[in-house]
């Protein structure tokens, strides 16, 4: 792990989430009621505080935001690793169980730790 802070623009995310709230005609209690996110945990995002991991990840989903979006980083921000969209992709997939999803994961780490070059092969 760096060293090098990240820091988490709570204040526009806060913005991009009143934005969201704004299109849908939506109040905070709706809000609320809707992620099962407390007012009182908004009211404290709209002073400039971060929420916690759990309600950031709700409010991420709920509102189609990228926490990463609202991070600034000294360095550039690494892509994406493949396996991880891969992941992601499975675990949003309908037809899939968590269980399914989970096993597929699975193999594709295996055949993709097979088959994808190392840094020295290219």
């Given at each position: 792990?760096s ?5 988490f623009?709570?204040?526009a ?6 934005a ?5 005609q ?11 996110v ?7 995002m709209?002073?400039?505080?971060g ?6 990840a ?5 509102s189609?935001?990228?926490p990463?979006d609202f991070?600034?980083?000294?360095t ?9 969209m ?8 309908p ?5 399914a ?14 088959l ?6 290219k």
């Amino acid at each position: 792990m760096s060293d090098l802070p990240v820091i988490f623009d709570a204040k526009a995310f806060f913005r991009a989430l009143e934005a969201t709230a704004s299109a849908r005609q939506m109040k905070w209690k709706d809000v609320s009621q809707q992620t099962g996110v407390s007012t009182s945990t908004l009211s404290r995002m709209a002073q400039g505080r971060g929420p916690d991991a759990g309600g950031l990840a709700v409010l991420s989903a709920w509102s189609g935001l990228n926490p990463g979006d609202f991070t600034s980083m000294s360095t550039p921000k690494p892509s994406t690793e493949p396996l991880a969209m891969l992941s992601s992709l499975l675990r949003q997939d309908p037809r899939l169980s968590p269980e399914a999803a989970a096993t597929l994961e699975d193999v594709l780490k295996v055949t993709y730790s097979r088959l994808a070059q190392k840094d020295t092969d290219k």
